[in-house]
């Protein structure tokens, strides 16, 4: 795949910059691929570079001693590292790809340069830091004020509005995946996706789940 095909995806997201705006980025891509497991990027390593999604699904998580919170699952279309232009020289968070992955990544300076130079652009990304600042924040009320039920609710209503965007989806997440992205136990967070199959809630058959019941599903998280 050319960088040129490459780059009329990051302009889905994109689209302030100009014709010789394009063509530094696209002379500054790197073209990656990932095997299920590896580590796209790690807490506290130097950060020299964004990276954009092409494809596959990337859990993004909080690293702390022996457990891990995983603060949201990104998919295709996706940036990782944008904090890293303004705020820290490191990763704020590891990233690791939950399905086999291609990315560009694209050097940080770069994307400092055209934020000084083009206040569109700077806008665009400031858009799209905004959105996951304001994911983390639903993301946090609903692990430190909800019950498990409540948890596990908004979780499969996260993965079906913002990573799958469908009531049927191939979980890519591990059972443990599942529990850290939930703040609890692993045997926890499979006993409450029984109770939500056998209350008819969900449709659970090996790593396929089915939404059945969006409006149950939607009270649960309602009521926390």
Known sequence: MQNTNIFSKIE??????????????????????????ENIC???AFSSFVVFINSGFVKRYIEHKDKN?????????DFIGLSTLFHSKTFMYSATSIEDCH?????????????????????????????????????????????????????????????????????????????????????????ILKEFHNDRIINLEGKTIEITSMELLEKLSELG
């Open 42 to 44: 790690k807490q506290g």
């Open 103 to 191: 990315i560009s990544s694209i050097n940080k300076e770069i994307f400092i340069q055209l934020i000084n130079k083009n206040a569109k652009f700077a806008g665009e990304i400031l858009s799209i830091l905004n959105s996951h600042t304001s994911l983390y924040f639903e993301r946090f009320i609903s692990l430190t004020q909800k019950q498990l039920h409540g948890r596990i609710a908004d979780a499969i209503l996260h993965l079906y509005k913002d990573v799958y965007k469908n009531e049927k989806f191939n979980f890519s997440l591990s059972r443990r995946d599942f529990a850290e992205f939930t703040g609890m136990s692993t045997e926890s967070a499979i006993r």
């Open 69 to 77: 919170l995983i603060l949201s699952i990104s998919h295709a279309g």
């Open 12 to 37: 889905s997201k994109i689209t302030s910059l100009s014709n010789g705006e394009k063509k530094i980025i696209t002379e500054n891509i790197i073209e990656l691929k990932y095997k299920k497991g």
